[in-house]
């Protein structure tokens, strides 16, 4: 079976072959991709982690199913041989140092994430909100310390997972300042979780305390309630739905095409997405300015109907 190093959340591994032998049990489905590896050079063996992927067109992970084998590397053939083999081998190898699970934390399909260092042995639990003891327990499997507890924006379903989570790991909490931390979130606040580093953009507009939080080095961008997979987070009145068009605007701006989008819910028809997708079919992100957001905003029920949304 030919098994590809998957495109892992925006790294720079994309598309390196790699050809992966399994050992034993049944042999993996097409829909199997890689999702974490880790190598063993020496003995050519790796331990994989796979995850099951609807395949929709734009080539982005769904999560699914997860589970893990034990396989044997076997060398590039014919041209590909050489430095290639170290190459990929060598990716593989930085790659284990990025854990990302995307956590369906419970409520109103609440998604939280747990973002880590496995290298440092370092993590962050980002919106532990209605599972906080499973958040806890991920980061343990993994030998993963917390180092803080991180909220995009005050909402109750968000927050509601600090005080077990904090109490379990005995990491602060880090937010912005509004919501009066003990790690205050300012915008463009580097947040570093070993040899990662998050970058924090005060984004309001679904709530004035908003943050999202980009890692740079495998471009996650993680948007909380601010934008989802085909839509955006709600406002209350027209002020908002223009701070919240001008955060939107910031992120097309800021973010890079290739950037993969993780939500604060699952009410897209993904879980998760990418600023390209998103930029090319976000019906929000669609809009020629601000005036016409604010008139989709009020029509969006119609809208939906319209085109067959839910
Ligand atoms: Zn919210």
Known sequence: MIARFERLFGDGVTGQPIRIRPLGGEPPRPSLRVRRIEIDPGVRRAKVEFQ????DGNGLVLVVIRRERVVRLERPTGKEQNANDDRIAHAGIMNLSLVFEQIRAGGDRNFGYLLGDRTAGQAVLIDPSYSPDAFVERA???????????????????????????GLTGAPLA?????????PLNDGAPLIVGNLRLRCLHVPGH???HLALYEETHRLLVTGDLLFVGKV?????????????????RLVREIPDEATVWPGHDYGVRPSSTMA????????????????????????ATFKKDHGLK
Not at 157 to 166: K, L, V
């Open 52 to 55: 099951d992927v609807a395949f």
């Open 140 to 166: 343990r499997e993994q030998g993963l310390a917390v180092s803080h507890v991180i909220n995009t924006h005050s909402h109750p379903d968000h927050t509601n997972g600090n005080e077990r989570a904090m």
């Open 175 to 183: 937010a912005h300042p509004a919501l009066r931390p003990a790690v």
């Open 207 to 209: 709530c004035s305390d």
């Open 233 to 249: 987070g709600g406002t209350s009145n027209d002020a908002d739905a223009r701070t919240e068009w001008n955060s939107l605007q």
């Open 277 to 300: 997708l998103e930029k090319a079919t976000n019906p929000f992100l669609l809009c020629a300015n601000v005036e016409a957001f604010l008139q989709l905003k009020s029509s969006w």
